[in-house]
T-cell receptor
């Protein structure tokens, strides 16, 4: 089946630094990649949608200059959290939509802790 | 604002019983509906998708969709302790690729 590899699975960084999270679709081409954030005991909140080769579309309230998304190829998308602060600590999950069968495949998630 | 509503639970059922999870959505134009299971600290995993009115069965799981009532449900037969998790309902609206998630229902299956 379709697999999305997400790295790192967890990361601890100092306040003010930047962190990059990577998602790769291993056996399919992802036309669209979605990035979610999930705080403890809450549901997944969509942050942004990106299509290969074009700028990401951010949801209301999500700072595009803080959460940089790059979707340079049909198999790779990255999310960079810039100048991270403790309130950015969360579980970040990517989801890729298969170009052929339109299914959604989730990455394994990245636990970000900003200290 | 398009919304997906679920009872947060916890829903507690004994092992071997049927667990019934419910979800309502506000966007009448929604076309695709998904149930995901999420264990604590893990990413969601797809259980079932349903696109047309009626029932869809897959093993111990049955999804039910009623578009007129804007209601989708998931039945889990012969519940097992390993089914204990949070179940997320997700809806794809008309003309969009986005999935909107409900808040999830926590299911506890006790031996």
């Amino acid at each position: 089946g379709a697999v999305v590899s997400q790295h790192p699975s967890w990361v601890i960084c100092k306040s003010g630094t930047s962190v990059k999270i990577e998602c790769r679709s291993l056996d399919f081409q992802a036309t669209t990649m979605f990035w979610y954030r999930q705080f403890p005991k809450q549901s997944l909140m969509l942050m942004a949608t990106s299509n290969e080769g074009s700028k990401a579309t951010y949801e209301q309230g999500v700072e595009k200059d803080k959460f940089l998304i790059n979707h340079a190829s049909l198999t790779l998308s990255t999310l960079t959290v810039t100048s991270a602060h403790p309130e950015d600590s969360s579980f970040y999950i990517c989801s890729a939509r298969d170009r052929l069968n339109y299914g959604y495949t989730f990455g394994s998630g990245t636990r970000l802790t900003v200290v | 604002q398009k919304e997906v509503e679920q009872n947060s639970g916890p829903l507690s059922v004994p092992e071997g019983a049927i667990a019934s999870l419910n979800c309502t959505y506000s966007d009448r134009g929604s076309q695709s509906f998904f149930w995901y299971r999420q264990y604590s600290g893990k990413s969601p995993e797809l259980i079932m998708s349903i696109y047309s009115n009626g029932d869809k069965e897959d093993g111990r799981f049955t999804a039910q969709l009623n578009k007129a009532s804007q209601y989708v449900s998931l039945l889990i037969r012969d519940s097992q302790p390993s089914d204990s998790a949070t179940y997320l309902c997700a809806v794809k609206g008309e003309g969009t690729d986005k999935l909107i998630f409900g808040t999830g229902t926590r299911l506890q299956v006790f031996p």
